[in-house]
């Protein structure tokens, strides 16, 4: 008992609403994986929820990282900050960045979690040390990544549904044809899955492969998925003679090639995004250990039970609330079915891959959200939901100011209670 009385209040209040942050960041951020299984019908809401569950918790556990940066993405000169600004600051831009997606959420709004935690640290940094602390270059990347993540995505989707449609949807036996093509489909999924978990997945472990080796590995494991696809796919051609049978076992080889990205980028996002609600927790630690030095570190060490408070926080987030964005993004956009869910997926997929090897800033939320619309366009603009598209914009744009707006409160609230 001795010991938990001896943590500091600061400490205290930094892993509730660390759990706080977490929660919402599964609530709002669950469709970036699974929305369009379920808007295509590959899932039910529940078992997207348990699948993504497990890939999100899994990848924040296991993969989110011994070490992260003190202030997310380098927006504040760190050498203006003390420490008890830190605290305030951070205690700040969680709670804020928590509610603002708390909010998000309950209009099924999709918007990007890391703009969230960016827009309250700026917030936060402009009051307590001043706007010349604010490193407003990379304001405008983030501003640029509204518009190059959905550009980026949603062309390779409409490329990836259209390349579907000639080759398989099109023909006159889409199950043979997809017998024939199929396997390198499932090539391609693999070796994307192998690029995202390696890219994506793994980059705050130690397990750092280089370009070359990474590429060898996910070339390996192509292969094996392609194998995989030629026995599924002859066991999908035997007894098949009704053309209403062919199509829906055509749209079944997609469901699977679907989940399996889906379930990939859950990884990738959990071990990624965790960072959003643990790192500022590591922070605050941090700060508080150091307050006698007066040193602001540049990074902080992740503890194991910071780890698993962000995964299971995350679980908890998308188990409760997850189902109301993955009706935006899987059902209010566009139709989809399982042959255009899986073009968006691996298409955003591949857009994560390209970003995170050539350092363009790009937003999970908004790199699906322009996959979606990219599916949706190749059936025409009518296809769309434009008054959706349009608000889901809007919030995009509103994030970075709200955010600030709400760290500036909560800074002036933890100030006067901490001081």
């Avoid at 951070?90 to 890391?114: H, K, Q, W």
């Avoid at 076992?249 to 379930?263: G, S, W």
């Avoid at 780890?307 to 993004?329: C, D, F, N, P, R």
Wanted: include cysteine.
């Amino acid at each position: 008992m001795n010991l938990f009385l001896d943590i500091p209040v600061a400490i205290w209040i930094a892993g509730i609403v660390a759990i706080y942050m977490a929660w919402s960041i599964g609530a709002n951020d669950v469709a970036n994986a699974m929305g369009t299984s379920v808007g295509s019908g590959a899932l039910t809401i529940w078992a997207a929820i348990l699948v993504a569950g497990i890939f999100e918790f899994s990848g924040a556990f296991l993969a989110g990282g011994h070490v992260t940066d003190t202030v997310r993405k380098g927006m504040l000169d760190m050498d203006l900050m003390s420490n008890d600004q830190l605290i305030w600051g951070m205690l700040a831009a969680l709670t804020s960045a928590g509610t603002l997606l708390l909010v998000a959420t309950r209009f099924g709004l999709p918007i990007s979690t890391t703009h969230s935690i960016v827009g309250a640290i700026v917030g936060f940094g402009a009051v307590s040390i001043g706007p010349e602390a604010v490193k407003w270059g990379k304001i405008w990347s983030i501003v640029a990544s509204w518009v190059t993540s959905p550009l980026i995505s949603g062309t390779l989707a409409y490329g990836i549904f259209q390349l579907t449609r000639s080759l398989i949807l099109d023909r006159k036996d889409p199950l043979a044809r997809v017998r024939q093509v199929g396997p390198f489909f499932f090539f391609y999924v693999f070796f994307i899955i192998g690029l995202v978990t390696l890219f994506k997945g793994l980059k705050h472990v130690d397990i750092d492969p280089s370009i070359q080796e990474s590429l060898l590995y996910s070339l390996g494991l192509g292969l094996f998925g392609a194998l995989i696809g030629t026995v599924l796919l002859r066991r999908a051609q035997a007894g098949k003679k009704d053309p209403g049978q062919r199509f829906s076992q055509t749209e079944r080889v997609f469901v699977v090639l679907q989940i399996l990205t889906a379930c990939a980028v859950a990884f990738a996002h959990g071990s990624n995004d965790v960072a959003n609600a643990i790192g500022p927790l590591a922070a605050i630690v941090g700060a508080v250990n150091e307050g006698a030095t007066g040193v602001v570190s540049s990074k902080s060490p992740v503890e194991p039970w910071m780890l698993a408070i962000g995964g299971i926080g995350i679980a908890v987030g998308l188990a409760t609330w997850g189902y109301k964005v993955m009706e935006t993004v899987g059902k209010k956009i566009t139709e989809l079915t399982p042959s255009r869910g899986f073009a968006a997926e691996l298409a955003a997929a591949t857009t994560i891959v390209i970003a995170s090897r050539m350092g363009i800033p790009v937003s999970t939320t908004h790199t699906l959200v322009g996959a979606v619309l990219g599916v949706g366009l190749a059936r025409g603009i009518g296809a769309v939901d434009l008054r959706v598209v349009a608000t889901i914009v809007a919030s995009w744009v509103s994030t970075l100011p709200l955010a600030a707006g709400l760290a500036i409160f909560f800074y002036y609230f933890f100030k006067g209670v901490l001081s």
